[in-house]
């Protein structure tokens, strides 16, 4: 007869697992002889070897007792259950392991993989640490609302960085957030982003554009929030009204008198 250390060493597990066990009644446990000492016998380390090892393949102590019992068919069915549940589970972590791995690079947080090109690409092409952030930000707000358009529009602001002036455009935002509020800086953003508007708007882009943004207060949310990232927005603003545009996520021209 054996105690319960002998026992948990036979069986390759600790005293605490034992004594487990017998709390949620998946190993009896013996009476105490006449010493006060529970004593064990060969039944309870083939048990216990049986429990260990369909717990360290997996299975919940919740159905190992039922697989203990289980005739073939039936544990046969019950095991493969339990591997499915395994199988996708095991998906799950790598899905989760491919995701951490994208933490390394922290465009990736939360944006799909054309945006984290394009941020690439963005950085690339000269943008400073802190332009890049506030655009990836800015795509995290898009790609939550209108998923199914982001490749698209990574199409087209990739083709919007082969145009010199929207590089340009870019110099000058970080001009304006490094140096501080510049007038003439910014009347030239303001010139530069009033050129391309017309253009976009000559091709129909701008029209499409409002017809694919239709949700308005997100849209609204997203004007704040780039309101909010940096006070030369609302300056730029101001003077793209003057040259007659308005709206900042989604440009249109600007009402008479507005």
Do not use: C, N
């Not at 006060?36 to 429990?51: E, K, M, N, Q, T």
């Not at 800086?185 to 029209?207: C, F, I, N, Y």
């Not at 949700?215 to 609204?220: E, H, I, L, N, Q």
Request: proline share 4%; charged share 30%; no cysteine.
């Amino acid at each position: 007869m054996l105690t319960i250390g002998q026992l948990a060493a036979y069986a390759g597990v600790t005293q605490r697992t034992v004594r487990h066990y017998h709390q949620i009644g998946l190993l009896p446990e013996p009476g105490r002889d006449a010493s006060g000492y529970r004593s064990y016998d060969a039944r309870a380390v083939v048990d216990l070897i049986r429990i260990r090892t369909l717990a360290e393949a997996g299975v919940p102590l919740a159905r190992v007792r039922e697989l203990l019992d289980a005739d073939p068919d039936e544990f046969a069915t019950a095991v493969a259950e339990i591997d499915q549940r395994l199988r996708a589970e095991i998906r799950q972590l790598q899905e989760h392991r491919r995701r951490i791995a994208r933490l390394a690079d922290g465009d990736s947080l939360a944006v799909g993989p054309e945006v984290a090109a394009y941020l690439d690409r963005l950085r690339a092409a000269g943008a400073s640490d802190a332009m890049v952030e506030g655009e990836r930000d800015g795509w995290i707000l898009m790609s939550a609302r209108w998923p199914e358009r982001i490749p698209e529009l990574m199409a087209d602001k990739l083709a919007q960085l082969e145009d010199p002036r929207t590089l340009r455009l870019y110099r000058l935002f970080d001009e304006l957030v490094e140096l501080g509020m510049d007038e003439e800086r910014l009347e030239a953003a303001a010139d530069l982003m009033a050129e391309v508007m017309e253009e976009s708007a000559a091709r129909g882009e701008l029209d499409r554009q409002h017809d694919e943004l239709d949700d308005d207060a997100y849209v609204a949310l997203m004007d704040a929030f780039a309101t909010d990232a940096h006070p030369m927005v609302e300056r730029l603003q101001e003077l793209l009204a003057e040259r007659g545009w308005s709206g900042w996520i989604r440009v249109e021209r600007a009402a008479p008198g507005s």
